[in-house]
């Protein structure tokens, strides 16, 4: 699903310029790279997760939960660090940023990437935690909060920014953060919900 809206987001930057559309592509592969190690805990915390509660453990569900998220975010962090520090950097991995006709992608593709940063953290949190209440068998809801956050919220946010306002690419970019921390806060106030309420001897699963 996440997928699916960036690839949108990419038609709705087309609308906007050629520039735009250069610059969404670098901060996207950029940024896309970075998910890839909280992809794999939230892949293996889902596995975890999962062994424990067929034993119904409680205590080994919430201690690969935690442990899944430290790490996702303890890597997020770092990541967002990075993005912040060495945008220009990232971007010559692209463009020669010494070419004046790349002066405006390298311009537009550095705020993408300062956004980017900011929503690794977000991304990081409602990706593991999606992974989580899979591992609970808690796939519905997993399901059809990120439907909302991503395409209501963040693409809705993202149009109206880039559309209505002056910020024009950088607001789809916020767009798409604001979607992830829809989604980020209501998976993570579920997966505390669902690890506080287990009591296998009672039958609350």
Known sequence: MEVT????????????????????AIANQIAGLCFMVPLGISQASTVRVGIAYGRKDAVAISRAGWI???FALAFAMTSALTLAALPRNLIALFLDL???????????????IYIAGVFQL????????????????????????PVLGYWLVGMG???LLSTRTPLAG????????????????LLSM????????????????
Do not use: C
């Not at 010494?98 to 993408?112: I, M, Q, S, W, Y």
């Not at 669902?194 to 609350?204: H, K």
């Open 5 to 24: 809206v960036f690839n949108a987001s990419a038609f709705l930057m087309g609308t906007i310029g050629r520039s735009s559309l250069a610059a969404h």
């Open 68 to 70: 899944a998220l430290g």
């Open 98 to 112: 010494h070419d004046p006709r790349n002066g405006e992608v390298v311009l537009l593709a550095t705020k993408f």
């Open 122 to 145: 977000m991304d990081t949190t409602q990706a593991v935690n999606a992974g989580l209440l899979r591992g609970l068998h808690d796939t519905r809801y997993s399901m059809t909060v």
């Open 157 to 159: 946010t993202g149009y």
């Open 170 to 185: 950088a607001g789809i970019w916020i767009g798409l953060a604001t979607g992830l921390a829809f989604v980020a806060i």
């Open 190 to 205: 579920r997966w505390l919900s669902r690890i506080t309420r287990l009591n296998f001897g009672a039958g609350i699963v």
